[in-house]
């Protein structure tokens, strides 16, 4: 018998049943659910019809140490059973030493500058509240991009791009011009002394995993401090070492005023963060935002411990290594199905040349991997930090295979 009193009521239904229950009592905001499922270990994940995947997104780009994490269960376990939550009038030890390792993490290459951290439960809560810092410059105008995704909330989603996401919910808060992504000329032209920040993602992940030319992050810091305006970059997706580096943007040596994080620092457990540096790191007072949850002690030590075993297990360099590993061995199949590998680290889309990339993405799932398709020509594969070579060429083995069972007009051969 489980020592969850509850594990029955979760576990011991088969997929078709819980699907069917999904559907009459969810939201349909995600549409029906692929798969159910129940249990992970390491890179695999099992649903509950006991059938084994191989995880290669992560629960888009999360879950950074895989499934069920030693150090991490024993982390939050400790944690959850000393103390759970004390409000926000209150702080922990975890708190407050998560957000000095984050706060160092963000001016690594200028340490004498200060940082300060505000803790949100998701990306695009971190977001919001970047949002609502830039606000406080007494200027209310943002530069965006093309393609950019910065999350669902109103503010976020004011600064993302795509016009399905936003037009269902406009107005949305304005002032927001998009200039195309990695063009520094017409960054160089949006941005004048009426701009409060520039909002950039290192990479585009939503929108296929776009890597902009070599410098423009550095020149977007040239810019924005000429004119006086924050460089707020969202390192949501490619931070905390899903791109080979603890925050991608790192490698071009700035310090930005403002860094978004979520998605691998909590290893599956809620949590995001803001923040800040320089001046703009004393924007927001009391009273000017708050999150009942965000910061609580228990995301916060799941916070240090993932932090904690990448550093230990020298994960950065194996994402490098591995993510090299992957683009040489789908690059090396040479199919004319397969246009390009592009990304950084462990954050890879694989180009095709049709746009089945959806119907590719649900075969390989009834093949037992989970990838998805960000855009309709795009294979995303975010896995987890800790992924081997012998587990990602079990799928570039199949993956010749997988595209030719879908015809170029998406239907499944």
Known sequence: MSNNPLGQLVATEPSASLTARYG??????????????VRGEGCHIFDADGVRYLDLLSGLAVNALGHAHPFVLSAITSQIATLGHVSNFFSTPAQVALAERLAAMVVASAPDTPARVFFSNSGTEANEAAFKLTRRTGRTRIISTEGAFHGRTMGALAITHNEKYRTPFEPLPGDVTFV???DVAALEAAVDDTVAAVVLEPIQGENGV??????????????????????????VQTGIGRSGAWLDHTREQITADIVTIAKGLGNGFPIGACIATGAAADLLGPGSHGSTFGGNPVAAIAGLAVLSVIERDNLLANA?????????RVSSLESPMITGVRGRGLLRAIVLAAPIAARVADV???AGFIINAPRPDVLRLAPPLIITAEQLDSFVAVLPELISSVSVDGAVR
């Open 24 to 37: 009459q009592v969810m939201m349909n905001t995600f549409g029906p659910p692929k798969r159910v499922f």
């Open 210 to 235: 776009i890597v902009p030319p070599e410098g423009y992050l550095a020149a977007a810091r040239q810019i924005t401090r000429r004119h006086g305006s924050l460089l707020w970059l969202d390192e």
């Open 364 to 366: 390989a799932l009834d």
């Open 180 to 182: 195309p992504y990695g």
């Open 320 to 328: 490098n290594a591995m993510g090299d590993h992957l683009a040489g």
